[in-house]
Structure formats: C-alpha cells, structure tokens
C-alpha cells in the first residue's frame, strides 16, 4: 500500500505560478512511476504530466508543455508540480497518483490517487 498526501494547492491570479507537492509513504519502493492529474468542473480527469521514480524520465499533456515541470526528490518521497504562466483554464483538483507499472503513462490506471488539491487560477 501507498499512501499519497497533495499540498500547495490555492487561488493565483493568471500568469502566475503554483508548485505542488505530492508525499508519498509506507511501500514507497514498489513505486516505479508518479503523475499528475486534474478535474475541472463538470469534465473528466485527465493527464498533465508524469515522472519515472528511479530514471526521472518526463511526459506532459500537450496543454501544459512549457509552462509545467515535474520533478521527484526520492530522498523524500515526494514528486512535485511546478506550474507557471497560469491559465483560468488550469482551474482544477489536482490529484497525484502513483502506479507499480512503468508502462502506464497518461491512462489512469494508476494504483493509487491522493486527495486532491484545488487550484483555481483567477482571469
């Protein structure tokens, strides 16, 4: 079992920049790969971006690529999302998920899913 706890979530003005965190714990070492996802209201989640746990090879949505950066501290556990050049439109819940299969990339077929964290970017 995982457990994944989000932080850094909040209210920015557009054009600005949030980073989130996502701690992971317990059997942290069945991990093999990390991501973000989002849920906007009244529409389905989806990808944003992802991060391999021991190679830290990256992939993004094609609606964040610029303006997002993933990274991972495995020291602590923790993958977070860098987001500049903020949009109304990347107003969302943002869930951190991990998954003991590299090959699941931007399905969400992850196995385990934090909370989530409110971003809402204001215009």
């Known amino acids: 079992q995982v457990q994944l706890v989000e932080s850094g979530g909040g209210l920015v003005q557009a054009g600005g920049s949030l980073r989130l965190s996502c701690a992971a714990s317990?059997?942290?070492?069945?991990?093999?790969?990390m991501g973000w996802f989002r849920q906007a209201p009244g529409k389905e989640r989806e990808f944003v971006s992802t991060?391999?746990?021991?190679?830290?090879?990256?992939y993004y949505a094609d609606s964040v690529k610029g303006r997002f950066t993933i990274s991972r501290d495995n020291a602590k556990n923790t993958v977070y999302l860098q987001m500049n050049s903020l949009k109304p439109e990347d107003t969302a819940v943002y869930y951190c998920a991990a998954t003991t299969d590299i090959m699941v990339v931007q399905s969400d077929r992850y196995d385990y899913w934090g909370q989530g964290t409110q971003v809402t970017v204001s215009s």
């Open positions: 991060i391999t746990w021991s190679t830290a090879i990256t």
């Open positions: 317990l059997r942290t070492f069945i991990i093999k790969r």
